[in-house]
């Protein structure tokens, strides 16, 4: 009889597949909101525009908006590996794993949203740092970086990924007994 429990086919997947699964969230969310605020394009092409990338606006642009989206992925990637990194340090529970990951979201949102993006970025770029952040309410990326770090910490704490956190299990009715 064959184990069924599943286990991710390589090791860097696993610290790397929950920070870009987040980060699909995190973009969705905001993409709907850009659809009522500015356009569905506009928050990944902000992004590019953020650092010096493609016209500046919300009209549409296929390569600031394709930059854009693989920027937000890879930042999500690496910042999903840095908060694995902290899980298998700290090793807590389900429950605070996904509250840590909650706070998690909202310092990365401070650091981005306040130190990048407000002193850093408008080094070079002012004007497409303000096109991004004309692109949705600020209310919205603080609720997205929410929802990234639900996700991100839900998914470390139970998903597929527990087992690359460290932390505790949920509890044992949660595993199949074999």
């Known amino acids: 009889m064959a184990d069924s429990t599943w286990k991710p086919p390589d ?5 790397l597949a929950p920070g870009l699964v987040a ?4 973009a969705m969310f905001v993409m709907v909101v850009g659809i ?3 356009t569905f394009w506009a928050p990944p092409q902000g992004i590019a525009q953020a650092v010096g990338i493609g016209p500046n606006g919300h009209d549409f ?3 600031p908006f394709i930059l854009g989206l693989m920027g937000h992925m890879m930042n999500s990637i690496i910042i999903g590996a840095i908060f694995v990194a902290i899980l298998r340090t700290v090793r807590p529970g389900p429950a605070v794993t996904v509250m840590a990951g909650m706070a998690y979201g ?3 949102y401070a650091v981005m949203y306040w130190v990048l993006l407000r002193h850093v970025f408008t080094i070079w770029a002012a004007q497409g740092v303000q096109s991004f952040l004309t692109a949705n309410p600020e209310w919205s990326w ?3 970086h929410l929802v990234f770090g639900m996700v991100l910490g ?5 998903g597929p990924w527990r087992q690359v956190s460290g932390g505790r299990p949920a509890a044992t009715a949660l595993h199949s007994a074999s």
Not at 23 to 26: L, N
Not at 154 to 158: D, K, P, Q, R, S
């Open 11 to 15: 090791k860097l997947v696993a610290w």
């Open 23 to 26: 980060g699909i969230m995190f």
């Open 36 to 38: 009522v605020a500015s």
């Open 61 to 63: 642009h296929v390569v």
């Open 106 to 108: 909202l310092v990365v």
């Open 142 to 144: 603080v609720v997205g």
């Open 154 to 158: 839900g998914l470390l704490a139970y």
